[in-house]
């Protein structure tokens, strides 16, 4: 039990858990900016290929 309370102080003295929970927390932000930016364009090239077809046809 003593080997188990030591290994949970240095897990929370250990500064790797909140730079890991930060990085995933940045991933996140990137990976959700990057899903609305091809959102986006993605709608802006389906309204000009919109617009090609009508204009052709």
Do not use: H
């Not at 927390?25 to 959102?39: E, G, K, R, S, W």
């Amino acid at each position: 039990m003593k080997k188990f309370a030591t290994s949970l102080k240095k897990f929370l003295k250990s500064e790797d858990g909140p730079t890991a929970v930060e990085y995933a927390v940045m991933l996140a932000l990137i990976v959700i900016v990057c899903l609305t930016a091809i959102q986006a364009v993605g709608t802006n090239a389906n309204a000009k290929f919109e617009e090609v077809r009508d204009a052709l046809a």
